[in-house]
């Protein structure tokens, strides 16, 4: 039994973040089992056990709950575990960024975008790139806003394409394409019927979105939208992907709402209408491009005048 000091040690020692730790912790989780992780690894399953729990102490947090049929993340350790993994992927694409710098290599471009690419100008735009500059290497990078806006202070994506704006006055900014804000219904819901939707139709609806961007911009405009003195529209936005919240709303009481492209297909029992304003226009969310101004890359440069061209000021 080990006495305090000894436990204080054994944090100390996972101070700095451990980064072996924290590849332990994701590759336990993705096979919900330390045995099967350290034989992944190549590792004794005692030495990622003590790493794992060093971890934990150091956190003050209980990653996993363990027994003899494995090991299943607690709820606070599926939150981490998931930055973790956000973490170690930015961290490989760093390495790779110093290793190609490191030998001379400028010709890539990191593209951070967080919109579907089954159809719509984000897919029209990296056909474009990789059509006219066939010699560069488009390594793209999907997340949410908070991710790509880290990554963009980061230096490991170069250009990001995000909806709605952000409040940074360090980057540069594009506005580059509108994108029509849908309402999804199921088949037989009543308003499924109309041809023509507008904002106040929607006031009894129960909303779910996911936090996936464009998820929050979304939930942000029908609160704006909706919303009255001593009353709030009902809207939650959960940890679910575009598609499963789709798939919710045919089997559910929900409603969502979707971009035209966001999406990517309708799916049966689903149904898509536009929303309209009260002068008349059909709703829109705006996609901009982001990059920082000290950015020199010449595959950077390359892009921006591809965006010039294509969306002009």
Same mark, same amino acid.
């Given at each position: 039994m080990r006495s305090v000091a000894d436990t204080s040690a054994l944090v100390a020692e996972a101070?700095?973040?451990?980064?072996?730790?924290?590849?332990?912790?994701?590759?336990?989780?993705?096979?919900?089992?330390?045995?099967?992780?350290?034989?992944? @690894?190549?590792v004794k399953q005692n030495t990622l056990s003590r790493r794992i729990a060093l971890l934990e102490a150091r956190l003050g947090l209980k990653l996993f709950e363990r027994s003899t049929k494995g090991a299943v993340p607690t709820e606070a350790g599926?939150?981490?575990?998931?930055?973790?993994?956000?973490?170690?992927?930015?961290?490989?694409? @760093?390495n790779s960024s110093g290793l190609s710098l490191g030998a001379g290599q400028v010709g890539k471009l990191r593209l951070g975008f967080s919109t579907s690419l089954a159809a719509g100008n984000m897919r029209s735009l990296i056909v474009d790139f990789v059509g006219r500059y066939p010699e560069l290497?488009?390594?793209?990078?999907?997340?949410?806003?908070?991710?790509?806006?880290?990554?963009?202070?980061?230096?490991?994506?170069?250009?990001?394409?995000?909806?709605?704006?952000?409040p940074?006055?360090?980057?540069?900014?594009?506005?580059?394409?509108?994108?029509?804000?849908?309402?999804?219904?199921?088949?037989?819901?009543?308003?499924?019927?109309?041809?023509?939707?507008?904002?106040?139709? @929607?006031?009894?609806?129960?909303?779910?979105?996911?936090?996936?961007?464009?998820?929050?911009?979304?939930?942000?405009?029908?609160?704006?939208?909706?919303?009255e003195p001593g009353w709030k529209p009902d809207v939650e936005t959960q940890e679910v992907s575009r598609e499963n919240v789709a798939n919710i709303v045919p089997i559910g009481r929900y409603?969502? @709402?979707t971009t035209d492209t966001a999406l990517g297909r309708i799916l049966p029992g689903l149904v898509l209408r536009e929303i309209h304003e009260i002068a008349g226009q059909i709703c829109h969310i705006v996609y901009a491009g982001y990059w920082r101004a000290d950015n020199s890359s010449p595959a950077l440069a390359r892009l921006l005048k591809l965006v010039d061209e294509r969306y002009p000021a």
């Open positions: 101070v700095p973040p451990d980064i072996v730790a924290l590849r332990f912790a994701v590759l336990a989780a993705d096979t919900l089992s330390f045995a099967r992780a350290a034989a992944q @690894l190549r599926l939150t981490f575990i998931d930055a973790a993994r956000h973490i170690l992927t930015d961290l490989e694409a @760093l290497r488009l390594v793209n990078v999907e997340g949410d806003r908070t991710r790509l806006t880290q990554a963009l202070h980061a230096r490991t994506v170069d250009f990001a394409v995000i909806s709605g704006n952000l940074e006055i360090e980057f540069q900014r594009r506005a580059m394409w509108s994108e029509r804000v849908m309402v999804a219904f199921h088949e037989q819901h009543p308003l499924a019927k109309k041809e023509r939707i507008h904002w106040p139709d @929607l006031r009894a609806e129960r909303f779910i979105l996911p936090r996936q961007d464009p998820g929050t911009d979304l939930a942000d405009l029908v609160k704006a939208r909706l919303g409603s969502t @709402l």
